[in-house]
């Protein structure tokens, strides 16, 4: 968690027991505070967290969770919140849709994740910014307007499309998004440090070393036909 952060403390702590290695006393004074939601107002050097006046454990807390959040499980894997409740969540994982105590769930960072009306309202004042940006989606359903699911799409003139410019795409508004890597050119992609691949193709990331002999080699075919294509156009870097 980090600063700014809702959490709540929780309310099975013992008064008088150590936690955090031994590093934080559970004095009478901070019992009083079990099961109240605060915001984190700084991290020690140790790794805990002011609240309330008072530092605590990490596994003092419980982060609090709101809809649109993406979580990982340890059973389910990474996910995102479609309800909340008290003290459990309905989560959107993968192979399944559970409900979760929000306990058992770890926050992602959502920076990169937002709302499909939130996108479409950036996107329609700065169509520039966001014109040829793509992005998965989350949650939700997406169609085109051929009836097909859409799994990503992309902004053109302030419009989400799906991937191939053929048709607009009918978005929810509380469905999720998530931005995929941008395209850059191969100088920048090279020097990235990272792994790589071409965009627009079902190559995997490799390193810089490996394309370049590929690219060299008339063995290797698919690559091999397609180096001018590849090095004239975009690239993306492993996140």
């Not at 459990?88 to 994740?113: D, G, M, Y």
Request: with cysteine; proline share 4%; hydrophobic share 35%.
């Amino acid at each position: 968690m980090k600063v700014g952060q809702r959490a709540r403390v929780r309310k099975d702590l013992e008064a008088g027991k150590r936690y955090g290695n031994g590093n934080i006393h559970l004095l009478g004074d901070m019992a009083k505070e079990l099961g109240k939601e605060g915001v984190i107002e700084k991290v020690s050097s140790q790794g805990n967290y002011l609240i309330f006046g008072w530092y605590w454990a990490p596994e003092m807390l419980e982060p609090i969770f709101s809809i649109g959040d993406r979580v990982t499980h340890a059973e389910y894997g990474d996910g995102t919140i479609e309800l909340t409740g008290i003290s459990n969540a309905k989560v959107r994982f993968k192979e399944c849709v559970t409900c979760c105590s929000e306990s058992e769930l770890k926050p992602i960072e959502r920076s990169k994740v937002m709302f499909a009306s939130e996108l479409m309202e950036l996107a329609r004042k700065n169509p520039k910014e966001y014109e040829g940006k793509k992005y998965n989606v989350i949650t939700g359903i997406i169609r085109d307007c051929a009836g097909n699911m859409l799994d990503k799409i992309v902004i053109h003139d302030g419009v989400a499309m799906n991937i191939d410019h053929t048709h607009v795409a009918y978005i929810c508004s509380y469905t999720t998004l998530e931005p995929l890597p941008q395209p850059v050119s191969f100088m920048e992609a090279a020097n990235s440090g990272k792994r790589i691949k071409p965009d627009n193709s079902s190559q995997n990331y490799e390193s810089l070393d490996f394309w370049l002999s590929a690219m060299g080699d008339s063995s290797c075919i698919s690559i091999w036909a397609n180096k001018r294509n590849y090095l004239n156009g975009g690239w993306l870097i492993e996140p």
